[in-house]
């Protein structure tokens, strides 16, 4: 204490001291945010953007579904197979386009190609037998990949977006179940342009979120104005293309940093559907700029402090020092009057023994109040650390929940299934997987609302964990879709009973705020056995490609999937 600080006061030694502990302070407040607060925000906005990328995956696979449904269904008429002249065809295309606009066009060609009905009586005469949909029409119901408008681009009316198109075809077939025309339908691509402007809120647009679905060959098909029918390559995509989901962060081409949600639409053996890939992204920078204002206020407020508490601990060790002082000035002029042999002055008068007693009272309490500001400053500390603690285990149980109905989500269950597999390994009993869909959910959501939809999915979640034990696991993926897990089997034929009683409860009609409705299930097994291989993203794959089976053959039924 003899060298720097002997030659400093006591009011500055304070003040630096009281500085260096909120300097401590704020630097130990920013290191955790930056090991929670950081991370779990990236985590949620890479979780946000899957979602988000898995519901417009979904949206898309659901209105081509439709579309090869309608071509299905029109190509049965009997207003259609056996019309007698163009005119009663053109009326049943007519009321088709009518029921759904999105059908730029609806027309009938012979076999050799020739239009002899269309919507608008658009292209009837014209020859359309080199157009890719009528010549994979004739083979069976078939996707046209999203294209520019050739023919039509003359005809139909112009508007700001270009005319782009994606064509379901297939045979008219007559009684003896041999092709006499082809039926085609053109889908403006403006579906799915709006289905992109529905998923993304105002919220999400104005922190950068962008939707882009992208053909095989990489090029663009919906997304900014900018990139629209360019080619992109990036990693994201790639994995889409391999049939992987998920998010991850990425640079992409334009140098920016982008944290990207993937996902693949289609089925590969399903030629009435189309295989594109789903990506969401947004910059790096948006999605955390939340964070990076906690940091900014966090050091703005710290400052305030900082000088607040300086200020104090000034004032009060002026206030200390000043009878000490005062002494120290009363014995130096008498130490100097009696070196230079002068009468030495009077001590003033500090009530004696009183005054020791005053200023050992107001050392005391200096050392007190010192020690009480450190408390605080230990105490203040503590508070955040456990504050931050608490929410971060708040965050974790968010991130492992689904927010609608409270049973774990995808992220939950991608944490649970490798324990269930080491279980069965460890037991030697098989464990399954039931990947459930709602049949007859679009249905009720949009003849009753959202909020009726969400009310059936919560119900629908209930109703699954009461026909399961306590021991298995039920989770929600995203929109209506749900996961069973069923452990300590004896064989397939055990989950198999399982999910034809979970079928039954669930066909029991739901009763909603403002009506009773009545819905289904498909639902696809798939086994794991104690010697099968650990492979998470397979066993999913089993149970999700079963489900969809189900879905192909007249759904509210239950497949169990091949066995590696």
Same mark, same amino acid.
């Given at each position: 204490?003899?060298?720097i600080f002997g030659k400093m006061r006591l009011s500055s030694v304070m003040t630096l001291a009281v500085c260096a502990t909120v300097a401590l302070t704020v630097a130990l407040q920013l290191a955790l945010v930056n090991h929670f607060a950081v991370r779990q925000a990236r985590e949620e906005a890479q979780l946000r953007l899957q979602q988000l990328s !898995? ?18 269904? +029109? ?7 056996y019309a007698r002249d163009a005119d009663q065809s053109r009326a049943v295309l007519e009321s088709l386009q009518r029921t759904f606009p999105d059908y730029a066009w609806i027309g009938i060609a012979d076999l050799d190609g020739r239009v002899v009905a269309a919507t608008g009586r658009m292209l009837e005469g014209a020859n359309v037998s080199k157009r ?18 050739? +023919?039509?681009?003359? =005809? ?14 297939? &045979? ?6 041999? &092709? ?40 663009? /098909? ?27 962060? *990425?640079? !992409? ?14 089925? =590969?053996?399903?030629?009435?559907? +189309?295989? !594109?890939?789903?990506? =969401? ?7 955390? *700029? ?8 966090? +050091? ?42 002068? *009468? ?73 299934? &490798? ?53 298995? /696991? ?64 397979? !066993? ?25």
């Amino acid at each position: 204490m003899s060298g720097i600080f002997g030659k400093m006061r006591l009011s500055s030694v304070m003040t630096l001291a009281v500085c260096a502990t909120v300097a401590l302070t704020v630097a130990l407040q920013l290191a955790l945010v930056n090991h929670f607060a950081v991370r779990q925000a990236r985590e949620e906005a890479q979780l946000r953007l899957q979602q988000l990328s !898995w519901q417009m995956r979904d949206s898309l696979n659901r209105v081509i579904e439709q579309a090869t449904g309608d071509a299905r269904l +029109l190509a049965e008429l009997p207003a259609v197979r056996y019309a007698r002249d163009a005119d009663q065809s053109r009326a049943v295309l007519e009321s088709l386009q009518r029921t759904f606009p999105d059908y730029a066009w609806i027309g009938i060609a012979d076999l050799d190609g020739r239009v002899v009905a269309a919507t608008g009586r658009m292209l009837e005469g014209a020859n359309v037998s080199k157009r890719p949909w009528f010549t994979i029409g004739m083979r069976g119901v078939h996707a046209s990949d999203y294209h520019p408008a050739l +023919l039509l681009e003359k =005809v139909l009316p112009r508007k700001p977006d270009p005319w782009r198109f994606v064509d379901l075809s297939g &045979p008219i077939l007559d009684g003896n179940g041999k &092709p006499v025309a082809v039926l085609g339908l053109h889908l403006s691509w403006e579906w799915a342009r709006r289905h992109a402007r529905q998923l993304l809120t105002p919220a999400l647009r104005e922190y950068g979120a962008e939707i882009l679905v992208i053909r095989d060959d990489g090029t663009v /098909m919906l997304g900014p104005q900018s990139m629209v029918e360019t080619k992109v390559d990036t990693t994201s995509l790639r994995l889409a293309q391999k049939g992987m989901t998920g998010s991850l962060r *990425e640079v !992409w081409p334009d140098g920016r940093a982008y944290l990207t949600g993937y996902s693949r639409t289609g089925d =590969v053996l399903d030629p009435a559907s +189309l295989r !594109w890939t789903v990506l =969401v992204r947004q910059t790096e920078d948006r999605a955390m *700029e939340s964070t990076a204002d906690l940091k900014l206020r966090m +050091l703005g407020w710290s400052a305030v402090l900082a000088l607040l508490l300086a200020g104090l601990a000034a004032l009060m060790a002026r206030r200390l020092t000043r009878p000490m002082a005062v002494l120290r000035a009363a014995i130096e002029r008498a130490t100097e009057a009696t070196r230079t042999g002068r *009468e030495a002055p009077p001590i003033p008068q500090v009530d004696g023994f009183l005054e020791t007693r005053i200023l050992s009272s107001t050392m005391r309490e200096l050392v007190h109040s010192e020690t009480a500001h450190r408390q605080a400053l230990l105490a203040l500390n503590e508070r955040l650390e456990l504050a931050v603690a608490e929410r971060t285990a708040e965050l974790q149980a968010l991130l492992l929940r689904d927010v609608l109905t409270g049973l774990p989500n995808r992220r939950a269950l991608l944490e649970a299934l &490798p324990e269930a597999m080491s279980r069965a390994r460890r037991v030697g009993r098989p464990c399954a997987l039931l990947f459930l869909d709602v049949d007859g959910f679009k249905a009720v959501n949009d003849s009753h609302g959202h909020e009726e939809g969400d009310e059936l999915l919560r119900q629908f979640g209930g109703r699954l964990l009461q026909g399961v034990r306590k021991t298995d /696991m039920v989770a929600r993926l995203a929109g209506d879709e749900f996961v069973v897990v069923l452990e300590m089997l004896s064989d397939a034929a055990h989950a198999d009973e399982t999910a034809r009683k979970l079928l039954a409860h669930l066909a029991e009609p739901f009763i909603l705020r403002s009506a009773t409705v009545t819905v289904g299930a498909s639902i696809g097994i798939a086994l794991h056995r104690p010697d099968d291989p650990l492979d998470i993203d397979g !066993w999913l794959a089993r149970a999700d490609h079963a489900m969809y089976a189900v879905k192909r053959t007249g759904k509210n039924g239950v497949a169990l999937a091949a066995s590696f």
